[in-house]
């Protein structure tokens, strides 16, 4: 019961949710922008902004905005809000809390409903941070009696966001912009102030600027500035100073451009439009006005967008200049259709209409959105979009954006919505059969638009309503209505066939399945069913129970069917088609049987109705207001009960319309309407409804109207420019239509139909819109109503345009000469009566009856006035404005007519360079005129400035050109020298002659590119990767610049690349020589060298080409493929291929091959490496041991040397038969027996496979028997048993490999006997072993004798050695090995009938002893090496272990060959302590490492130069020549660079020039003051240290002459400071002058113990030294070879000697002299105790570095990282302290300490030598 429940609750709810939703969506509306933001907002920090949106929809609504890239725009507190309106509001902030993503980005307003949601355009948000600004004014021109021009100079950084809004004359008159001005002061719309007609008494006058922040709204007034006027009046050109290159306005607006020019007299300006074929003039009119320097144009349209030319002429000449004007006209977006409602699956198309003032607009960029989101292009077909087979993701908001080329956007929205689509049936259910109990569910799911309804029906009624059945339904959120029927417990009757039916108002869909329920069969009630006569009844017998075996149908107790019409379906539903009222009414009965013979039955009634028909009616045609009409509704047929009703426009008829409805009959209806009116009008419908249908029938009736004003027109009154609507509106049936016409003559003449066109506009409404009324606008319109009733209705007006006075243009010039009559005059249009008045300046009113020489005449024009002023004798007070002013009663204007008086001409003045370039210079100037003449040319005149040259050559070398025809005042002098100073000066030349020069003008013509390369280009090889390339500087007249450097390019020759790699580097300016050290370049390579001076400007030419070559150097790759094979037992053939071409760095001399075999030899007596040499690349290698494994090494050698080894290559010779045994021992063990030992071949030659031992007896001199055994490999004994007595047996054994039998051992023969007597059968000899093993030595002998064993001399007995053991079987075992129990080990046996002895040589294998370490020689960048090694240990040295590092660095490694006793490591740091030690490895183990060394590289930090040779100052500059500065061996870093002023403040600011300067020639330092004292301070670094200089100079006077005595006296007082930056520098003074005070002291307190010191100090080196070299025999020479090699020799081969002469040491030469003693099988304890180090220092000059051999190659570098990881350029300051001061001590010491060892004096005896200890 709980389910059926739950379903009913559902139910409900889901049915009032369908039920409301409904209306609800029968309202909706999609959102549509109200106020949409502007594609445009720019605000101010200080203010803030807010962009506003919003829209309009159903349901209303949400506002929300996005970025460019679709993210939601957040709240950012204090910086943006979204307010709830959809107001964004960007808030004031702080110029530091400017973000770019939020202050200068794009937005969108997105507006979104249950519809669709649509975007705005792009809004682009620029925020300006608000700054400071002046504004200062600027005099372009200033001539009196001409017009003077003030600019108002705006900052760059503002100037597009400020205006020029008014200007003020001192002290408050306040000039503000017009198109015209007041005659004397006009203030031009783009801020320029003109004042027309200067005088002496304009000079006292001030003016300022005043502007305006149109964000901030901030006012910025300038600083008074007073005009300064030019005396002359001399004529001088126009030139244009300020025009508007483009103006761009929208439609209907008004367009202002200007064009001002200066001269004097005041041009007059000419405007022509260049927009047809040719230039034509630009008349005034009822839209342009010509105003002087203005332009204006009313009201424009797109047919004044074009090219204009303005052109300024006074008798002087003219100029022109060329105007833009782009007229943005609007274009209007629409799509058709706006709403669009589309049934389900069919097509949906909108397109996109682009117009423009009504006309379509061409091709335009347009997008199309789908609720905001951008659709792809697929679906665009030029303006139109197409959606295919609409689905409900296809529904909602559709935009159409068109964007302009000049980016601006416009848009348009439309909605398509969902058309009535009939159900789908997306879900049924099944046919089920069942059993009576179980719960059943049946499901249907229907979609369709509206979404439908579905109903359930049980054999076609509807289902029985018990509380078993129950039924839900619920609508998903895509629209789709589910329906489940629930039955919770299905009884038999419940079976029978169900149906759900989906519908709605465009369709109905149907499906049925039966659910068979077993049982006995069962028909259920079968309501009253009325049937609708001429249709098909469809009737189900409702039986349930399964199975069911026949239905049958019987009427009247007859079995259907009976008659044609009726039909019995195979489901048993009898179906009759077409019904008939009389045939088909009635009871029916149907019943069922099963198999089984069970029946049921039941009956029903049918009724059948007819529908009703309703005979066509219409009203009649021609029916007017005021008539009368009838008609009548009748129903032909159709069963009662009927129900007539009347509608009107599908509603039911109002009381006011005044219709009468009468019921003639139940069958018949009447309309009547007694008077019409155009209320009546309409669609009629009768309506006829019984049981069976209604039936509607529709009538129209028109009543026909004749227009009627509702809006009259009337007279109208109109000010020229203004707009004006005509409004005229009339009603009517059908509604009239309205048409404008315009009298084209009188009243009564012909009248012309009124269009649209720009400035016309015929609105909707009927009314009439003429905007920018001029006059051709006036006279008599009509205005006329018509829908086709009568003859219309119509009205005829006067539109009057009153007319202000107007002037053709704005100004005019008039030029007279002096003593000539001027005529001045002015032509006026406008409304009459105009009255004329004449000023002068602009205020004084001219009058004939005050002033003589004025005369005034006026007379009547059809358009207007015109007037003339005559004034007589003119001179020169008479130049200036004078204006003619005309008035009426609509307004005023005015007129300036420029007189011009003309004097003769005066120099030019105001000579300036307006451009300079390398070859020329542009000249202005600004002329002067006294009015009296003209000026008819300029004479430019211009010399290079030499000051060399004596001042009387100066004229003659003048050079001229002329500017006329007609005079600029610009010249352009061209052929000039690049770099070069120049004197020009102008002259004026007019009718009167010419002008004296103006003031001479000094110009340097700007450098150009040096046009001549570097010269004497040479290259030349300094190493195998390094090439000096040298040059000089091009010649002084092709540098045409100070040469700042030189680009250096290489690239090989070979390569065929035409690109150069280039190098720069930096120039002294002075056009010296210079060079460059390529390194890096690939070794014996050939080079293409070209060089290129630059300066700053650009690169000159390139050089010529030069060739060089690198030198050779050894190979640098091994040989490659090397291959090994065995030929025999004693010979290999190896093979190989060449390194790399571009490896071998040479010509290939050869190859060299390198063999060893590998063996384990105790001690080998020789060195078995071998080489040989070739040029083949294969060798055979001959003489070699049997069957024994040989490591080959190939490389490849140029002339400079050998090249990089090949990997060990092992390779294996073959075998051969073996040697003879090493021995053989054969003694009696028994009367009959005899034992046989013997050992193995000393070469085996191969793997032994067997011994052959042969047997003889012999008998005397007969030989009785032989026989031969083989007997195992393993086996190396044989007891021959059962032998005769008293025979001699003799015997010999042979080994045999896989090649064959050997040679045969010694024959050894033996008699048997009774008596046996003690006899060894082992064998002695070498044992070797390692260290801390176990070694067993036998001594197996017969006759049970008595053992004793020997170490040396001295009897063992048992237990008397700790680690030895002595066996019963006579072996001795001696365990955990050491060294000392190394020796030879004796085993005697006796019996007492015989004896034997045996000796072991035992030979014990330890680690090696550390080698001894010398250091030859170090560099800057290496130290070079030496060692010797110690005792082997008893095994053969296997490699070194080099360990280095730096002082406070990580330790590096590096495994050595064990052949190597040298070598050098290279790319250390400069002038940097390291500490070196070695140790030695055998098989056994690694010994101690050595001594370390402490090792210093060459190099200290900088010296300090000569300030003479680093400073050479000039008036305000500096050259330092930085390489000057001493590196001392170290490469310098950078420099740190500061000066100051030397004032009487000790603490003056130094000024930083820089803090990290790269290493270059020369540096400048500018802006200095001449004739000052400065104190420069430096600091150059390198990887050894800082030093620190201060230097003083003077500079220069300002003309370059040397400063005055007292400023050289305060320089040279004032000593150059030099500071040592480094304290290692400092600290070694101290500490020598302490040294050296020390040393005198002990010098006498040891040289009384020298003599006797000397021989111990001998005695216990040498005795350290034999202790060193345990098992050396010659002590003496190991002493001489401790002796460091020179650095000559880094790589000592097997034959090298360590030199031992003076001339073969490094200066720099640190090396040990003896080393502590100890056991050498015990680790050493390395330190500075057992370290002694010295440091020959000779006063001859030292070898040349980089005449060494190359070094040894290095195995692989390991490195071992320290716990102290400093930085490597950071030194130990107190390393070096002890370095140098110990170095100090030791040199005054050098008597006391030295004569330790006599021998190392005698090897140098003429030699000053520094001994340091640490």
């Avoid at 060798?1179 to 050998?1202: C, E, F, P, W």
């Avoid at 390779?1211 to 009367?1231: F, G, L, M, R, W």
Wanted: proline fraction near 7%; hydrophobic fraction near 35%.
């Amino acid at each position: 019961m709980w389910i059926s429940s739950r379903f009913f609750v559902i139910f409900l709810l889901l049915h009032l949710d369908t039920t409301c939703s409904e209306p609800f969506e029968a309202h909706l509306r999609g959102p549509g922008f109200v106020m949409e933001p502007p594609g445009r907002v720019e605000f101010s920090n200080s203010s803030g902004g807010w962009l506003d949106c919003s829209a309009s929809g159903s349901p209303q609504p949400t506002v929300d905005w996005v970025h460019a890239d679709g993210s939601a725009v957040t709240e950012i507190h204090g910086v943006r809000r979204v307010l709830r309106n959809g107001t964004l509001v960007l808030m004031p902030f702080a110029a530091a809390a400017y973000h770019q993503d939020v202050h200068n980005t794009i937005y969108r307003c997105i507006a979104s409903n249950s519809v669709g949601r649509i975007v705005s355009r792009d809004v682009q948000v620029r925020a300006v941070v608000a700054q400071a600004y002046k504004v200062d004014v600027e005099v372009l021109s200033a001539s009196r009696g001409c017009t003077a021009i003030l600019r108002c100079v705006v900052p760059t950084f503002v100037k597009e966001l400020v205006r020029v809004v008014s200007w003020v004359h001192e002290p408050a008159i306040y000039i503000y912009p017009s198109l015209q001005g007041d005659g004397k002061f006009h203030l031009l719309p783009t801020g320029e102030l003109l004042i027309h007609n200067l005088q002496e008494s304009d000079e006292s006058q001030s003016f300022r600027c005043r502007s305006m922040h149109r964000l901030t709204r901030q006012v910025v007034v300038s600083s008074p500035t007073r005009l300064r006027i030019n005396s002359h009046r001399g004529i001088i050109s126009p030139s244009v100073v300020e025009h508007t290159a483009h103006v761009q306005v929208s439609q209907d607006e008004g367009a202002v451009l200007l064009c001002v020019a200066q001269g004097c007299p005041s041009p007059e300006y000419s405007w022509y439009t260049h927009n047809g074929a040719g230039p034509l003039p630009v008349l005034s009119g009822p839209r342009v006005r010509l105003l002087g320097p203005i332009l204006a144009i009313e009201a424009v349209t797109g047919e004044d967008s074009g090219v204009y030319k303005c052109t300024a002429g006074n008798v002087g000449g003219e100029a022109s200049a060329e105007l833009r004007l782009t007229v943005a006209t609007p274009i209007q977006v629409e799509i058709s259709p706006n709403v669009l409602s589309v049934h389900m699956g069919g097509t949906a198309e909108f397109r996109c209409l682009v117009t423009s003032n009504g006309s379509p607009v061409g091709m335009q960029n347009i997008l199309w959105y789908k609720d905001g989101r951008q659709l792809p292009s697929s679906g665009r077909v030029e303006d139109t979009l197409v959606v295919p087979r609409v689905s409900r993701e296809n529904r909602g908001m559709y935009q159409c954006v068109v964007r302009r080329p000049e980016g601006d956007t416009f848009q348009a929205t439309a909605e398509l919505q969902l058309g009535d689509a009939p159900p789908v049936l997306l879900y049924s259910f099944i046919e089920q059969t069942l059993q009576p109990g179980p719960a059943v569910s049946l499901k249907c799911s229907a979609a369709g638009n509206p979404t439908p309804q579905i109903s359930w029906t049980l054999d076609g009624f509807p289902l029985p309503s018990n509380g078993r059945f129950m039924i839900g339904q619920y609508i998903t959120v895509h629209g789709d209505v589910i329906s489940h029927v629930n039955i919770s417990h299905v009884m038999v009757e419940d079976g029978g066939e169900y149906a759900c039916n989906a519908e709605n108002r465009a369709g109905r869909v149907q499906h049925a399945a039966r659910l068979n329920i077993y049982g006995l069969p069962y028909i259920r009630l079968i309501p009253k069913v009325t049937a609708v006569s001429g249709e098909t009844l469809n009737l189900k017998c409702p039986v349930a129970g399964y199975p069911i075996e026949e239905i049958h149908w019987e009427r009247g107790g007859r079995e259907l069917p009976d008659d044609i019409r009726q039909r019995v379906q195979p489901d048993g539903s009898l179906t009759i088609s077409p019904v008939q009222k009389n045939s088909d009414s009635g009871v029916y009965t149907c019943w069922a049987r099963n198999k089984q013979g069970h029946s049921a039955r039941r009956s029903g009634e049918v009724t059948v109705i007819v529908p009703p028909s309703i005979e066509p009616f219409a009203f009649q045609e021609g029916l007017a207001e005021g008539m009368r009409t009838r008609t009548v509704c009748g129903v032909s047929r159709g069963d009662p009960p009927l129900k007539l009703i009347w509608l009107k426009d599908g509603d039911p008829l109002p009381d006011l319309l005044g219709a009468n409805v009468t019921m003639l009959d139940q069958y018949s209806s009447l309309l009547s309407i007694p008077s019409l009116s155009a209320t009546h009008s309409g669609e009629y419908t009768c309506v006829a409804k019984n049981p069976a249908a209604e039936i509607k029938y529709t009538a129209l009736l028109q009543v026909k109207v004749p227009p009627r004003w509702i809006v009259e027109p009337v007279d109208a009154n109109v000010e020229r420019n203004r707009h004006i609507m005509l409004h005229c509106q009339a009603q009517g049936v059908p509604t009239p239509s309205i048409v404008w016409k315009k009298a084209t003559g009188s009243k009564s003449g012909e009248y012309e139909e009124v269009r649209e066109r720009p400035f016309t506009k015929l609105l909707g409404n009927g009314s009439l819109l003429l905007q920018h009324v001029k006059e051709d606008r006036e006279g008599f319109y009509l205005c006329q109503a018509n829908n086709g009733i009568g003859t219309g209705i119509g009205k005829v007006i006067q539109l009057k345009v009153n007319s202000s006075p107007y002037f053709s243009s704005t100004s005019r010039s008039v030029m007279v000469k002096k003593g000539d009559t001027a005529l001045l005059q002015c032509a006026v249009s406008g409304d009459k009566p105009i009255n004329i008045v004449w000023m002068r300046s602009g205020k004084n009113t001219l009058n004939p009856s005050t002033n003589y020489k004025i005369s005034v005449k006026q007379e009547a024009t059809p358009d207007g006035v015109s007037a003339e002023l005559q004034i007589r004798t003119v001179d020169a007070t008479d130049s200036g404005p004078y204006f003619c002013r005309a008035s009426n009663l609509y307004g005023n204007d005015q007129q300036l007519v420029q007189l011009q008086v003309q004097e003769p001409p005066l120099p030019p003045s105001v000579l300036e360079a307006a451009m300079i370039s390398s070859r020329s210079v542009n000249l202005k100037w600004q002329p002067k005129s006294l009015g009296t003449g003209d000026v008819t040319k300029y004479l430019v005149e211009f010399r290079e400035a030499d000051r060399s040259l004596p001042p009387a050559l100066f004229v003659e070398q003048w050079q001229q050109i002329e500017v006329k025809d007609p005079p600029h005042f610009n010249a352009l002098i061209e052929n000039l020298k690049p770099a070069t100073r120049y004197a020009f000066r102008v002259i004026a030349e007019g009718s009167a002659g010419r002008s004296a020069p103006s003031q001479e003008l000094i110009v340097r013509t700007e450098p150009q590119r040096p046009a001549g390369p570097p010269l004497s280009l040479s290259a030349r090889p300094l190493s195998s990767t390094e090439l000096l390339i040298s040059w000089v500087a091009p010649l002084p007249e092709l540098r045409h610049g100070d040469i700042q450097g030189y680009n250096v390019g290489y690239k090989l020759s070979s390569s065929g690349n035409t690109v150069y790699n280039f190098t720069s580097i930096s120039g002294d300016g002075d056009g010296g020589n210079g060079e460059l050290l390529l390194s890096g370049l690939a070794k014996f390579a050939r080079y293409t060298v070209v060089v290129q001076a630059f300066n700053q400007v650009g690169p000159g030419p390139l050089s010529e080409p030069t060739a060089a070559q690198t030198m050779e150097d050894v190979p640098s790759r091994p040989p490659e493929d090397v291959r090994c094979a065995a030929l025999s037992s004693q010979s290999l053939q190896v093979s190989w291929q060449p390194p790399p071409i571009y490896h071998t760095n040479g010509l290939l001399q050869g190859y060299k091959l390198i063999f060893e075999p590998i063996i384990d030899d105790i001690q080998p007596s020789k060195d078995e490496v071998e080489s040989r040499k070739t040029t083949a690349l294969t060798m055979v290698l001959t003489g070699l041991r049997k069957y024994t494994n040989y490591s080959i090494q190939v490389l490849a050698h140029t002339r400079m040397g050998d090249g990089a080894v090949s990997k060990p290559l092992f390779c294996h010779s073959e075998e051969d038969v073996p040697e003879a045994p090493a021995d053989i021992k054969v003694v009696s063990s028994s009367s009959q027996s005899l034992y046989i030992s013997w050992l193995a071949p000393t070469e085996p030659n191969g793997v032994i496979t067997k011994y052959s031992l042969y047997t003889r007896v012999v008998n005397g001199r007969e030989e009785l028997n032989n026989e031969k055994r083989s007997l195992p490999s393993q086996q190396a004994y044989y007891e021959a048993k059962g032998l005769h007595p008293h025979m001699e047996y003799q015997f010999w054994v042979t080994a045999s490999t896989r090649v064959g039998e050997g040679k045969s051992s010694r024959v050894s023969s033996q008699i048997t006997t009774n008596r046996v007597p003690a006899r060894i059968i082992s064998f002695g000899g070498p044992v070797v072993r390692p260290w801390r093993s176990t070694v067993t030595l036998p001594c197996t002998a017969v006759g049970k004798p008595k053992r004793e064993w020997f170490k040396g001399d001295v009897a063992l007995r048992q237990g008397g050695l700790h680690n030895s053991q002595m066996l019963d079987s006579g072996d001795l075992i001696i365990s955990s090995l050491q060294l000392a129990d190394g020796g030879n080990y004796s085993c005697q046996v006796d019996n007492g009938i015989g004896t034997d002895r045996l000796t072991h040589t035992l030979l014990v294998q330890v680690p090696p002893t550390s080698p001894t370490l010398y250091v030859t020689s170090a560099t800057s960048s290496s130290i070079l090496m030496h060692w010797k090694c110690g005792f082997t240990g008893n095994a053969p040295i296997t490699g070194y272990t080099l360990f280095y590092r730096r002082t406070n660095g990580n330790t590096d490694e590096m495994q050595l060959s064990r052949h190597a006793s040298s070598h050098e490591l290279k790319g250390l740091v400069c002038g940097s302590t390291y500490q070196i030690h070695m140790s030695a490895q055998n098989k056994v183990g690694t010994s101690p490492t050595s001594t370390t060394l402490h090792v210093r590289t060459q190099g200290q930090s900088p010296g300090h130069p000569a300030s003479t040779a680093l400073l050479a100052p000039n008036s305000t500059s500096l050259l330092v020549r930085l390489h000057s500065w001493p590196d001392n061996g170290c490469p310098l870093l950078y420099f740190v660079l500061q000066y100051r002023a030397v004032t009487e403040d000790p603490d003056a600011e130094w000024v930083l020039v820089s803090n990290a300067l790269k290493p270059q020639r020369r540096i400048m330092v500018n802006n200095l003051r001449p004739s000052t004292l400065y104190q420069l301070r430096m600091e150059a670094h390198n990887v050894a240290g800082i030093s620190q200089a201060d230097f003083s100079f003077v500079t220069l006077t300002k003309d370059g002459d040397p400063p005055p005595p007292e400023i050289m006296h305060r320089g040279h007082s004032g000593h150059t400071t030099v500071i040592l930056g480094n304290i290692n520098l400092l600290i070694p003074s101290v500490a020598a002058v302490s040294g050296l005070i020390c040393t005198i002291i002990m010098v006498v307190v040891c040289y009384r113990h020298m003599l006797k010191n000397a021989q111990p100090l001998a005695e216990q080196a040498n005795h350290i030294q034999k202790e060193s070299l345990d098992n050396r025999a010659n002590s003496e020479a190991a002493q001489r070879e401790r002796y460091y090699a020179t650095i000559h020799k880094v790589s000592m081969q097997n034959n090298d000697k360590i030199p031992e002469t003076s001339e073969d040491i490094s200066p720099y030469a640190t090396f040990q002299l003896s080393e502590a003693g100890g056991n050498m099988s015990q680790p050493h304890h390395g330190g500075p105790a057992n370290t002694l180090l010295h440091s020959f220092m000779y006063h001859e000059r030292a070898l040349a570095e980089g005449c060494s051999s190359p070094p040894p190659a290095a195995s692989k570098n390991r490195r071992r990282h320290s716990r102290k990881t400093e930085p490597e350029s950071e030194e130990s300051e107190s390393d070096q302290d002890q370095l140098t001061s110990s170095r100090t001590e030791s040199s005054n010491q050098h008597e006391g300490k030295i004569k330790h060892n006599s021998r190392l004096i005698q090897h140098f005896p003429n030699h000053n030598i520094s001994i340091t200890y640490l």
